[in-house]
């Protein structure tokens, strides 16, 4: 079993940046496909970006060029650094992680409010 624990949300103003990170137990980490999700308030989850054990990476288009999702795996850790922050960033951060062989996101965290002020 994984568990996933984010840390770094806060609050920001619009054009700043924020760096989530967030730490795995458990020794599978370096083969899990590794993921960002937000929420906002009355929205939909949203797949924000994604990374693959071997370090592909995937974004969603409204963060392209604003966002970096990258890992380490040594340290069983994948960070979010987000750039040039918009107030429609504001959301709860979730961090999620699948097996390569699945399509569902099995592991989550409890996620991390990120409050982006206009």
């Known amino acids: 079993q994984v568990q996933l624990q984010e840390s770094g949300g806060g609050l920001v103003q619009a054009g700043g940046s924020l760096r989530l990170s967030c730490t795995a137990s458990g020794s599978i980490f370096r083969v899990l496909v590794m993921g960002w999700y937000r929420q906002a308030p009355g929205l939909q989850r949203e797949l924000v970006a994604v990374i693959t054990s071997g370090g592909d990476t995937i974004y969603v288009d409204s963060v392209k060029g604003r966002f970096t999702i990258s890992r380490d795996n040594a340290l069983n850790t994948v960070y979010l650094q987000m750039n040039s922050l918009k107030p429609e960033d504001t959301a709860v951060y979730y961090c999620?992680?699948?097996?390569?062989?699945?399509?569902?996101?099995?592991?989550w965290g409890q996620g991390t409010q990120v409050t982006v002020s206009s």
């Open positions: 999620t992680g699948r097996s390569p062989f699945s399509t569902v996101y099995d592991y």
